[in-house]
């Protein structure tokens, strides 16, 4: 148990719809990174939130947003979804940027 | 720029040894080193810095060749909990955190 937690754990959905997976990082961790694994993909960095602040932005589609909340939750909002945008969707967390990054459990996302 | 693994697979007997390599095109500051089992989320193994000395875990150890721009992770004596798939993740600026891009991955299979 890496201390992140995630939820939903599995999410069923149709396309054009809208959802939002929340991600609790490990205490005392500032920082989450946000992270989309597909078969075809593979493990891709989404975006990068520090303390409320975003940092960092990587192969995110702008139908997809994201942030982080004061008590340092995070929740990544999916719009408009296409059955292209199935995947694993993870969260991690870390104390600072040199730090190991600890992955949460996953929500799986099927958009029918 | 996706960093690349080799082999793409690997199918060992227990108590073998097999060496996995992730090789960037560009400067790194650090690499980062994965185990993903299936259906699981991501779990760290170790991180080597750039100038930083090579890590140790249980069994599997890991280098980082700084002029080749290139980590190799040995698993030595393997045994059949080793199986999954190895991913390293790579960080170009220490400025820019943990913007982690991983490779495609590494399967492999310990058989008894």
């Known amino acids: 148990d890496s201390g992140v937690t995630q939820t939903p754990k599995h999410l069923i959905t149709a396309t054009g719809q809208r959802v939002t997976l929340r991600c609790s990082p490990r205490?005392?961790?500032?920082?989450v990174y946000w992270y989309q694994q597909s078969l075809d993909q593979g493990l891709q960095f989404l975006i990068h939130?520090?303390?409320?602040?975003?940092?960092a932005k990587g192969n995110i589609l702008e139908r997809f947003s994201a942030q982080q909340f004061p008590d340092l939750h995070s929740e990544l909002n999916l719009s408009s979804l296409e059955l292209g945008d199935s995947a694993l969707y993870f969260c991690?967390?870390?104390?600072?940027?040199?730090?190991?990054?600890?992955f949460g459990p996953g929500t799986r996302l099927t958009v029918l | 720029q996706q960093p690349v693994q080799s082999p793409q697979a690997v199918i060992l007997r227990e108590g073998e040894d097999a060496v996995i390599n992730c090789s960037s095109s560009?400067?790194?500051?650090?690499v980062h080193w994965y185990r993903q089992k299936h259906g699981e989320a991501p779990v760290f193994l170790m991180i080597?810095?750039?100038?930083?000395e090579q890590k140790g875990h249980e069994k599997i150890s890991a280098s980082f060749n700084e002029k080749k721009q290139q980590s190799s992770l040995y698993l030595t004596a393997s045994q059949l909990s080793y199986s999954g798939t190895y991913f390293c993740?790579?960080?170009?600026?220490?400025?820019?955190?943990?913007?982690?891009?991983f490779g495609g991955g590494t399967r492999v299979l310990v058989k008894p």
């Open positions: 939130y520090y303390n409320g602040e975003e940092r």
């Open positions: 080597l810095l750039k100038g930083g």
């Open positions: 205490s005392g961790d500032l920082s």
């Open positions: 993740g790579t960080d170009l600026l220490k400025a820019a955190g943990n913007k982690l891009t």
């Open positions: 991690a967390s870390t104390r600072d940027s040199t730090d190991t990054q600890y």
């Open positions: 560009k400067a790194l500051y650090s």
